[in-house]
C-alpha cells in the first residue's frame, strides 16, 4: 500500500510540475507574439529613425500592397493610429520621454517633435486616449516636452481633457515641474482652477512637489506664481 502511495504522490508532482511548466511556456510564447506585433512605427520613434518612420508611411513612395489597403493613405493612416495593448498609438510614444538631463530633453524634443509632425500629416488622431485617459499632450506634458505639446494642441488635442484620476495636461506639467508647457497651456486657457479626484488642483501640485525636488526650485515657483496658489 505505501508502494502506490508513493507512486501516487509522485504523479501529483509530476502533474503539478508540468501544469506549472505549460503555463510558463504559454505566457512566453504569449508575450514573443505581443513583441512580433509591436508597431514598426512605434520602434522608428523609439530608435529615433525619422527617415524609416517615414517610408513606412508612404512619404518616399511606399505603397500599401496587403491587408485590405485601398491606398498607400488608408494605409499610413491606419499605421499612425495604430494603438498597442494599453491603446496608446504612435503620437503617445513620441510625446513621451523620462530623462533627467535637461540636454537630453531638449535634444529629444526637437526630434520627437518632427515625428509629431509627420504622424499628424499622415492622419495621427491627437485628441485620442490610451486606456488610462491620457491624450499625446498629456504624455508630453508629463514628459516635458514642449515642442511635442504644441504639435499635439495644435492638431486638435483636448486642452483640458482628464484622465481616470482627473488629472489634466496641466496638472501633469505643474506637477512635473515642466514650467514652459504650464506657459503654454494657461495661454491656451487651460482651466487652472479644475481640481483631480484627490482635491488637488495644478497649483497644489507643484507646490506639493516643491521641497521634494529642489533642482526645479525656480520652475514649480513660476509655476505656482503663473497659477496663483
Known sequence: MKRYTVILKDAVILLIVSTIFV??????FKSLKKTSEVNPLVTAVLQGDIKGA?????????QAS????TDAASYASSL?????????TPLM??????????ERL???DKKRAEFAELLIRNGADAAAMDKDGWTALMWASWSGLPLVAERAAEAGAPISSADAQGNTALMLAAMRGNADIV??????KADKDAVN???KRAADLAADNLARYPKKTADYREIIDLLGV
Do not use: V
Open 66 to 69: 496587403s491587408g485590405g489597403y
Open 197 to 199: 479626484k484627490a482635491g
Open 106 to 108: 531638449a535634444e529629444t
Open 93 to 102: 510614444w513620441a510625446a513621451y520621454a523620462n530623462f533627467n538631463s535637461e
Open 80 to 88: 499612425a493610429n495604430g494603438a498597442d495593448e494599453l491603446g496608446r
Open 183 to 188: 506657459r503654454f497651456l494657461a495661454a491656451k
Open 23 to 28: 503555463t510558463l511556456c504559454g505566457r512566453f
Open 54 to 62: 517615414g517610408e513606412l508611411l508612404g512619404e518616399k513612395g511606399f
